[in-house]
């Protein structure tokens, strides 16, 4: 069973750091590329970043880019976002997804989805 399941979200100050991690299982993680994406109320899902399956390669959106990064470790099957100078525009939730290609992904052709986690950024 192919499991991703984020952690680190949260309630923080505009300004303010989080980090996002996801915990993935049954399946060969270094195969796949890996993504970040984010869905605010009333708005659609969109792509925040996205990673290679070695992790040498990683594109931000331009909303995030200066701001947020993204990174893997393939021994520990996890991926990460670390989230700088939140701003209340970055509240939504937000996903992990794994898919065959860093520009699948992008495109939103994911394989696997995580549960999301909520993340609130206050003015």
């Known amino acids: 069973q192919v499991r991703l399941v984020e952690s680190g979200g949260g309630l923080v100050q505009a300004g303010g750091s989080l980090r996002l991690s996801c915990a993935v299982s049954?399946?060969?993680?270094?195969?796949?590329?890996m993504g970040w994406f984010r869905q605010a109320p009333g708005k659609e899902r969109e792509p925040v970043a996205t990673i290679t399956w070695d992790g040498g390669i990683a594109n931000h959106a331009n909303s995030v880019k200066g701001r947020f990064t993204i990174s893997r470790d393939n021994a520990k099957n996890t991926v990460t976002l670390q989230m700088n100078s939140l701003k209340p525009e970055d509240t939504a939730e937000y996903s992990c997804a794994a898919g065959i290609s860093s520009g699948a992904v992008m495109a939103g052709d994911v394989k696997f989805w995580g549960q999301g986690t909520q993340v609130t950024v206050s003015s």
């Open positions: 049954g399946l060969t993680f270094s195969a796949y590329a």
